[in-house]
């Protein structure tokens, strides 16, 4: 039974004069964002706000990649050679890393977003060419995916890579969360329930019922649900009250090397 988990959220997504989601009202819930970097959505003035607004926040900074889907938000998948997804992953990161750097901060983990995570967990090539485009920008970055493709690709490149937990989505017999084409709302009571349950038994039901094993060190809570503010305050204030530490990404994977 973990004492503390980290929570991650997406944002940054919003693109041109097209706004979406509550950026700077959700950081005050999660230590932890994923910043989308321009190919399912985001484009270099809404990455430069988001980066702003994290530091103002204090916040660790992740870079959300994609497959390049903007009319699909990046919930399509793609068939595409290895070597293109190792470039995709490389134009991406590299682009959110030049505003981090400007900012005086350091980028912190890497986060397929939508098809492309489970393009990745499903697929070891594919895995692979995100872990490697990573160790040739930072050997320090995290990879935030899961699945039975990622093991070999960790060993192969020495890329660390964890799993995370879904509590505003449905998950999958096979343990892949249900891709909403368009984010609908949860509520939040039920949400932070599983958060919970998610800490203290390392479980959740699949659609069908089965049980699945969810052990995982960090909880995503998706930005683009229009009560995504809701959901995440309730997140948030149930795991506190059950005395449950919400943590930075950092400590949380330094405290289990302890």
Request: glycine letters at 10%; aromatic letters at 6%.
């Amino acid at each position: 039974m973990r004492k503390r988990i980290n929570l991650n959220c997406d944002m940054g997504e919003s693109y041109g004069r097209w706004t979406l989601g509550h950026d700077g009202e959700l950081m005050e819930f999660v230590p932890t964002i994923n910043v989308a970097c321009g190919f399912h959505a985001g484009d270099p003035h809404v990455m430069r706000r988001t980066v702003e607004l994290a530091a103002a926040a204090d916040v660790e900074i992740g870079a959300h990649v994609a497959v390049p889907d903007l009319i699909g938000f990046g919930r399509r998948r793609f068939t595409i050679t290895a070597d293109e997804l190792r470039d995709y992953i490389t134009y991406q990161v590299g682009a959110l890393l030049a505003f981090v750097q400007a900012a005086g901060l350091r980028l912190r983990h890497v986060k397929p977003h939508g098809a492309l995570f489970a393009m990745c967990g499903e697929s070891e090539e594919y895995a692979q060419a995100l872990l490697g485009a990573m160790r040739a920008l930072d050997p320090e970055l995290v990879a935030i995916v899961g699945g039975p493709g990622v093991a070999a690709a960790v060993a192969a490149t020495g890329v660390r890579a964890i799993p995370e937990g879904y509590v505003d989505l449905a998950y999958q017999p096979n343990g892949f969360p249900v891709l909403e084409r368009a984010k609908r709302d949860w509520d939040p009571a039920a949400v932070a329930e599983r958060a919970v349950r998610i800490v203290r038994e390392g479980r959740l039901d699949a659609v069908d019922g089965s049980p699945l094993t969810v052990d995982v060190p960090t909880i995503c809570v998706h930005g683009d649900a229009s009560n995504a503010l809701e959901v995440a305050r309730a997140v948030r204030e149930r795991l506190e009250a059950e005395g449950i530490d919400v943590v930075p990404l950092a400590r949380m994977l330094r405290d289990e090397e302890e």
